[in-house]
């Protein structure tokens, strides 16, 4: 029997190369799904190398594609912990080895010193980068 939109279509295949199609097809899914899943058709688990190798490429690619998330919400966390304290690393280190620019004559007033204050801006330049490629510092080191 012939399908009606059959001939509009353009289809040249007869009904009997139809139902060989569908019966290959069944045969190769109930051949080949259990052991690319591993579980039967009944659904009892049955790991095979194959479905162990897959759900561990599987495995990968989720946390390939979770980088994104991860490197952006570690460098949250990085900038948040740096502008919050007031301590850019870069500006840390700054005034760990050349202090803040401050000092106290012999009469205990604050004396603002200049000499080391370019580099103030060098580290503020310098911290500005690290924030500019967190994230992809972040996704490197994922």
Same mark, same amino acid.
């Given at each position: 029997?012939?399908?009606? !939109?059959?001939?509009m279509?353009?289809?040249?295949v007869s009904? =009997? %190369?139809i139902? %060989? ?6 045969? !190769?899914?109930? *051949? ?6 591993? +579980?039967?058709?009944?659904?009892? =688990?049955k ?7 897959? /759900?561990?490429?599987? /495995?990968?690619?989720a ?10 919400l &570690?460098? +949250? ?22 202090? %803040?620019?401050?000092?106290?004559? +012999? ?8 000499r ?9 330049? &310098?911290d500005? &980068?690290?924030?500019? !490629?967190?994230p992809?510092? !972040? *996704?490197?080191?994922?």
């Amino acid at each position: 029997e012939s399908h009606p !939109f059959k001939k509009m279509a353009g289809v040249m295949v007869s009904t =009997k %190369d139809i139902e %060989d199609i569908k019966r290959l097809n069944h045969n !190769f899914i109930v *051949s080949t799904t259990p052991e690319t899943v591993g +579980a039967s058709l009944e659904g009892e =688990k049955k790991p095979t190398e194959v479905s162990k190798s897959l /759900r561990k490429q599987g /495995r990968t690619w989720a946390l390939h594609v979770l980088e994104g998330p991860h490197a952006w919400l &570690l460098s +949250a966390a990085y900038i948040l912990g740096t502008v919050v304290s007031g301590y850019p690393p870069f500006l840390a280190i700054k005034y760990c080895v050349w202090g %803040d620019g401050t000092s106290e004559n +012999a009469l205990g007033e604050t004396i603002v010193e200049k000499r080391y204050d370019h580099l103030k801006y060098i580290a503020l330049a &310098l911290d500005s &980068l690290v924030y500019i !490629f967190l994230p992809l510092l !972040f *996704s490197l080191l994922l």
